[in-house]
Nanobody, 129 residues
Framework: QVQVVESGGGLVQAGGSLRLSCTAS????????MGWFRQAPGKEREGVSC??????????YYADSVKGRFTISRDNDKNTLYLQMNSLKPEDTAMYYC????????????????????WGQGTQVTVSS
């Protein structure tokens, strides 16, 4: 049974940093593309970042709203996905979700989340002004 579990959320002041982690079990991690998504109250879910992996290396993609501030990475030996979030803004406040997609690439449509079959329960990130 596939399980995806996020951790690392919390309350931080604007300009601060947080690192989210996501551990996946029950799947062959290096055969899955992984993504981070977020949803704020009253707003639609937003694709934050996606990372694929193949033998030569990883490929990463970001929403324009987080480029230059967030960094996605993965440790295939630990079945763990990370999201380093720097220079946080109040508008980054949301529930953050980790998701796994069978197939080690991020499709063009990755931001809508529909290509991802496994989702975690989410971890709350709150950025105070």
């Amino acid at each position: 049974q596939v399980q995806v579990v996020e951790s690392g959320g919390g309350l931080v002041q604007a300009g601060g940093s947080l690192r989210l982690s996501c551990t996946a079990s029950g799947l062959t991690f290096d055969r899955y593309a992984m993504g981070w998504f977020r949803q704020a109250p009253g707003k639609e879910r937003e694709g934050v970042s996606c990372i694929s992996w193949s033998g030569p290396g990883t490929y990463t993609y970001y929403a324009d709203s987080v480029k230059g501030r967030f960094t996605i990475s993965r440790d295939n030996d630990k079945n763990t996905l990370y999201l380093q979030m720097n220079s946080l803004k109040p508008e980054d406040t949301a529930m953050y979700y980790c998701a796994a997609r069978r197939g080690n690439y991020c499709p063009v449509s990755w931001p809508d989340g529909r290509a991802f079959g496994y989702w975690g329960q989410g971890t709350q990130v709150t950025v105070s002004s």
